[in-house]
């Protein structure tokens, strides 16, 4: 879920929680296939080019915590984890009505747990409602 506060015609701040995540780590961990939850919350700017058309691309860049939790310990190794985490990307915004609007969105996630970088990629899909 995000939240973004405009402040002029192109400048805003988003709020964002990715609440609820859940995967396996299969074989990449001792022992293999884990579940890990996951949570984040974070903030930063985003930059948007908003006019009188149904098309809105934006830009943002949001940092944060994450947090794992494993269902399962690995000799105390896993268990509860928190880094910090970001999400760069942008999207396009198509607006069906004045306050209603689909998105596109396309990130690369990014965080660093246990002295090593993650990266991944993300496509959201959603509704936006604006107020």
């Known amino acids: ?10 400048f805003g701040v988003d709020g964002q929680l990715g609440i609820g995540f859940h995967g396996n780590t299969g ?9 890990v939850n996951s949570l984040f919350a974070g903030g930063g700017p985003r930059l948007a080019y908003r ?8 830009v943002h860049l949001v940092v944060g915590l994450q947090h ?6 690995a000799s105390g ?3 509860d984890n928190s880094a910090l985490g970001g999400a760069a990307g942008g999207g396009v915004d198509f607006r069906l009505a004045r306050h209603l609007a689909i998105r596109l969105e396309a990130d690369v ?6 002295s090593t970088n993650q990266r991944h990629f993300q496509a959201v899909t ?6």
């Open 51 to 58: 006019n009188s058309s149904h098309i809105e691309p934006w």
């Open 1 to 10: 879920m995000t939240a973004t506060r405009y402040f002029g015609r192109w």
């Open 68 to 73: 794992y939790r494993f269902t399962q310990t």
């Open 27 to 35: 074989t990449s961990t001792a022992p293999a296939n884990l579940g």
């Open 109 to 114: 996630l990014g965080s660093r747990f246990f």
């Open 77 to 79: 190794v896993l268990g």
């Open 126 to 131: 959603g509704l936006v409602f604006n107020f």
